[in-house]
């Protein structure tokens, strides 16, 4: 009967994506693409229509075993993203951005352009309107490739001499790939969203004409536009451009502040930590101990030299001052219950020893100054220096025991 008809048929189509999900998660894409191609047929031969509702179900999946199986090659993925194509108005803008994505991962750029370029100028009725979003990303990649080709013919320019500017046609070329490419990149990145590549694309643009206004004013909404999403990159592209432009020191470690409460664990707390310390100001001073301590809380920086050499610096300067030992103490309380396993055990002693004597040097005098002297690192790490007649090992040994009584202050 028909319902009977039906009830099968739903449970075959259920059952034979169970397997093709199965296949795919295993990553075994021939048997992955047997079992689409048998949903495919089965599809064919259903009059019920519910067929209509599965086009995107096979883009998606056809899509992903095409990418990784290891008989197919880009004829034929370009002939299944054609059909991809016809399959639904709703989503033609959105398989045509994915075509254009797997011809850039192949190098195939002047066919990736081709594409863009026809997807442009598709129009479907109503629907023009509803994919606007997407018409204005496929435009923003077109810009970006134009872009691509404008920093190629710069590069030409700049190789003929000092002018930069020897070869007529090739500068009007630039400037031809320029006005295309602002245009479009300026376009996309008025929508709140995460752009990072288009606006670092743009203002490398704005700055080689020399509008570094506009510039800075396209780096500063993409940073503290509320509308905008939270995004550490968009502080990171604005602290690097004031530095570029030499600003102020009170610019720039106002742009890493606002990074250091996003993402307290950049590379970038290195320069801010570095620019804190150096200020004259107590309070910036205190938060630079605060910023390297915070950094160090994360297990990519356990052997990063340069953190440990920031941490032990200034350590060390509170310690013969025997100011602001207040600030010590409190970044210690909070950690005095887990980094000793975490950065001061005696094994990672022995192995920051045998790999970067330096780091050893450095977090041996951190921890005999938050730990004492009989800290496990600290001693192993002093004795196997003093053991090799370095001359800064002993030196650190006579530091930490002559000052041993700010760790019980510390301790409390």
Partial sequence: SSNEHKLNFKKSKEACLSYIQDALLQKQWKRAAEFLTCYVESLEKDYSREHIGASEMIWRIGTEI????????????????????????????????????????????DEAYQNLSLAESWRFGEQTAIQDKEMKLIQAY?????????????????????????????????????????????EIIKIPGVWDVFVRCYVDLLEFYGDHNEARQVLNEYAYNSKFPANPNAHVYLYQFLKRQGESKKSLISALKILHDIVPSHELMIDFNTMLQKSKKRKKRRLGLEVIFAALDYAGWKENAKAWSCLARQVKQIVISEKHLDWIKQEWDSRKDWWPAFHFSRYLAKRNWQENKSLSFEKALVAGILLGKDCKYFKYVSHQGCKAQLKRFRMLKKFVTRHNAVYLRISG
């Fill in 66 to 109: 095409l990418w990784h199986h290891s008989q197919s090659n880009m004829k034929e993925f370009n002939c299944f993203m054609e059909q991809m194509k016809t399959l639904g108005v709703k989503r033609y803008l959105k398989v045509c951005l994915e075509h254009v994505f797997h011809l850039l991962c192949n190098g195939q750029i």
């Fill in 142 to 186: 077109r810009g970006l490739l134009d872009y691509c080709s404008w920093s190629k013919q710069k590069n030409i320019l700049l190789e003929h001499g000092e002018d930069g500017f020897s070869d007529l046609a090739v500068e009007q070329e630039m400037h031809g790939y320029f006005r295309k490419a602002a245009v479009n990149l300026k």
